[in-house]
């Protein structure tokens, strides 16, 4: 399907298999890396504002800054990342204040750089 240009989505762990490694807490309640399928390179992190413990401790920064997982992206909930030919073309929510960051670490700096997020919803919310 990929290969034929079908649209792959998702939401939650379905956002995060698309690249190589995902952040989850499915497997024993703390997070930890996931190998994905890496359709998408870096890593992701969905649920960014809305579970305590992806931000900011224990947190996705710290699973980066370790080098357990790769630099990626993490995203607030209701916060879409839309890829053409394995580059993010564009961020989109259904939430006014919702937000998208680039993540990345520098030695064992781990810092976020906030990307532009077009609100899709009604602007009266």
Same mark, same amino acid.
């Given at each position: 399907a990929y290969e034929k240009g079908v649209v792959l989505a998702g939401i939650s762990a379905g956002s995060l298999?698309?690249? #190589?490694?995902?952040?989850?807490? %499915?497997?024993?309640?703390?997070?930890?890396?996931?190998?994905?399928?890496g359709f998408l390179t870096g890593s992701n992190c969905p649920h960014y504002?809305? #579970?305590s413990n992806r931000r900011? %401790?224990?947190?996705y920064h710290e699973l980066i800054a370790s080098g357990e997982i790769k630099e990626g992206y993490a995203v607030d909930d209701g916060v879409?990342?839309?890829f053409k030919d394995e580059n993010l073309s564009v961020s989109v929510s259904s939430r006014p204040i919702a937000k998208a960051y680039a993540v990345n670490r520098k030695?064992?700096?781990?810092?976020?750089r906030e990307l532009?997020?077009?609100?899709l919803g009604?602007?009266?919310?």
């Amino acid at each position: 399907a990929y290969e034929k240009g079908v649209v792959l989505a998702g939401i939650s762990a379905g956002s995060l298999c698309w690249f #190589e490694e995902g952040v989850t807490d %499915s497997m024993n309640n703390n997070l930890s890396k996931i190998d994905c399928l890496g359709f998408l390179t870096g890593s992701n992190c969905p649920h960014y504002d809305g #579970e305590s413990n992806r931000r900011p %401790s224990p947190s996705y920064h710290e699973l980066i800054a370790s080098g357990e997982i790769k630099e990626g992206y993490a995203v607030d909930d209701g916060v879409a990342l839309h890829f053409k030919d394995e580059n993010l073309s564009v961020s989109v929510s259904s939430r006014p204040i919702a937000k998208a960051y680039a993540v990345n670490r520098k030695e064992e700096e781990v810092t976020e750089r906030e990307l532009p997020v077009t609100y899709l919803g009604n602007r009266k919310e």
